[in-house]
């Protein structure tokens, strides 16, 4: 089959828009490309995995172990370390890939600084998220407790000033939202805002739950904060007459940022999440940011190096198969090494499953022989391209100055990162981080975009994005380097958090358990986190019971 090869103006033109590709192309002079590869993550191991590969281990290449997990993740590694509190050793962590951290991983191979490849940073957390706040204590990233209680995280931690800056028509401004030219109604409309979220912020059931809180568990189950999943966020701001294009704009960014989904596909519940969530209370400043220069990278490493010895790298678990023997439950697993030609085998007690959960279909046998349950389908994920540029200087711009985060106002990119900045580095070589999600409506749609898109012209589409706002870009960038995300994301759509899919998906199956983001419908690190704890307790518990 012949595959039509797209010329650099279709390519531009699909991912930036046709403006920007005809600008873009005006010139028939090659533009210059630095070195640079798609690296990460193990497509062919993943592909091999679905398109049901089944290598028997050899006899004496199988095992026994009390708990197998499956995915070393932040829920895998969190799962791991509670096992490890527990004083329970007896458990093998299987990762398919060649590092572990899955979508909060980083690369380290730059002269400069560390960098993430996804999850970036975490708002501080709220004193009632006593175990997260435990993690960062033990991390040392916390300096005691204010009067409140609240965790006091050190200074070296809390992303520095300046946050963020946007670009827009020409130069750059201070902060997200694009004060400059506002209207009188457009402020209005964003203090109409602000007064709507801060209402949910200070909401109370009859329980006293908040509306959203984090964990996700936590948030009220009431009919009236539920109500609001059932429409998208941009029905919730239309019924309210919120439609001012730059309050629209943050909103959408808001959604594109935590989701990979625009204003119009995210849920109103995910929406008001994305704001509630992380407010103490009415009228006050979302939780401060912690973050790293490789982002949670710093935080999967902290993980790994407590769990190591349990780890196996490179190595895949592709069959999973509930037994039972002398009327007990068990586990079989199979698991494929990256060569994927041999395979290991382990007779577990139980297994904890730490991947993303549209792959049980494929990985547990009864569901794989057609008993796959109903709500594995209204799992869907969302896609992204992320880069990392490695430039020798920096850009050249007009405007506000460098901040941690650089929003470009009309790309459908999130724009970048700079890695250096929280290292107070101002001058010279830095590493940018930069994020595409690909918002199409139906994700197969993106996914096969994303694909077909090679190394050059992702790369295209990065350097022309940013040459925006940076002209001699193309000059600076000495390496460009991209991850494909293929299911980067679950996708908070309307009608999938409160569906009950994510709490049926949540029970055990057989001695199966399951822990990943994708159990909360958002994905965020306090929720990989909280599952990977709760799936571990549960073993635990049925572990002693025994
Ligand atoms: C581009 C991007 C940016 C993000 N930014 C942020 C952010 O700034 N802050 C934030 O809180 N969150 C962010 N996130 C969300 C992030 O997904 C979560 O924070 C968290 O890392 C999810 O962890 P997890 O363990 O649940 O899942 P995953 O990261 O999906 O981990 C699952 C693991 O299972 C492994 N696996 C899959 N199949 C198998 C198999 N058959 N055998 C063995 N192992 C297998 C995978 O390789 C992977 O390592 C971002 C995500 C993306 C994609």
Not at 18 to 46: H, K, M, N
Not at 479 to 494: C, E, F, N, S, Y
């Amino acid at each position: 089959m012949s595959r039509h090869s797209f010329t650099r103006r279709e390519v531009l033109a699909a991912f930036l828009g046709l403006p920007a590709a005809l600008a873009a192309c005006r010139s028939d002079a090659v533009p210059r490309f630095p070195e640079g590869r798609i690296v990460g993550a193990s497509d062919a191991v993943g592909h091999r995995l679905r398109d049901g590969v089944r290598i028997d281990p050899a006899i004496d290449n199988w095992q026994r172990v009390g708990v197998v997990i499956v995915g070393g993740g932040i829920a895998g590694l969190t799962a791991a370390r509670r096992f490890l509190q527990a004083g329970f050793e007896d458990f093998v962590l299987l990762e398919l890939e060649p590092a572990p951290g899955g979508t909060s991983r980083s690369g380290d191979d730059a002269s400069v600084v560390p960098y993430p490849w996804g999850a970036h940073y975490l708002p501080a957390p709220m004193k009632e998220n006593a175990s997260l706040v435990e993690l960062l204590d033990e991390m040392n990233v916390t300096e005691g407790r204010d009067a409140e209680g609240e965790a006091v995280i050190a200074e070296q931690f809390l992303c520095r000033d300046p946050e963020e800056r946007v670009f827009y028509r020409g130069r750059w401004y201070e902060g997200l939202y694009l004060h400059a030219g506002e209207s009188a109604e457009d402020a209005a409309q964003l203090q109409a805002f602000n007064r709507e979220v801060d209402n949910w912020a200070g909401w109370r059931d009859g329980r006293g739950r908040r509306a959203f809180a984090i964990p996700l568990a936590t948030c009220s189950d009431d009919a009236e904060v539920t109500a609001l999943d059932r429409i998208s966020m941009d029905e919730w701001l239309r019924a309210r007459g919120l439609n001012s294009p730059r309050l629209r704009w943050l909103v959408d960014y808001a959604c594109r940022d935590d989701y990979g989904l625009t204003v119009g596909q995210t849920s109103a519940w995910a929406g008001l999440f994305y704001f509630a969530s992380r407010m103490r209370a009415p009228g006050d400043e979302a939780q401060s940011l912690i973050t790293w220069p490789e982002g949670n990278g710093r935080i999967v490493a902290h993980l790994y190096d407590k769990a190591r010895a349990h780890v196996r790298l490179n190595l895949a678990a592709a069959d999973i198969n509930p037994t039972i023997s002398e009327g007990r439950e068990g586990v079989d697993v199979v698991a494929l090494e990256s060569d994927g030609h041999s395979a290991v085998g382990f007779h577990a007690d139980r297994v904890i499953f730490a991947a993303p959960h549209f792959l049980t279909k494929y990985l547990i046998r009864p569901y794989r022989e057609g008993a796959t349950p109903a709500h594995v389908a209204e799992f869907q994920y969302g896609v992204w391209m992320v880069a990392n540029l490695f430039l020798k200087e920096r850009p050249r711009d007009l405007g506000f100055p460098l901040a941690w985060d650089n929003v470009l106002y009309e790309s459908q990119s999130l724009g970048y990162v700079a890695a250096t900045h929280q290292r107070g580095l101002d001058r010279g070589s830095t590493v940018f981080t930069y994020y595409y999600p690909l918002c199409d409506n139906d994700p197969r749609t993106a996914r096969s975009r994303l694909l077909t898109t090679d190394w050059r012209g992702w790369a295209d589409v990065v350097l022309t994005d940013l040459a925006r706002a940076h002209r001699d870009i193309r000059s600076l960038v000495e390496r460009l380097d991209v991850m494909r995300w293929g299911h980067a994301m679950i996708r908070p759509r309307p009608g999938f958090i409160w569906s009950g899919a994510r709490a049926s998906a949540a029970r055990p199956f057989r001695a199966i358990h399951f822990a990943h983001t994708d159990l909360s419908g958002v994905a965020l690190f306090e929720e990989a986190f909280y599952h990977g704890t709760r799936a571990a307790d549960e073993v635990l518990i049925a572990h002693r019971a025994r």
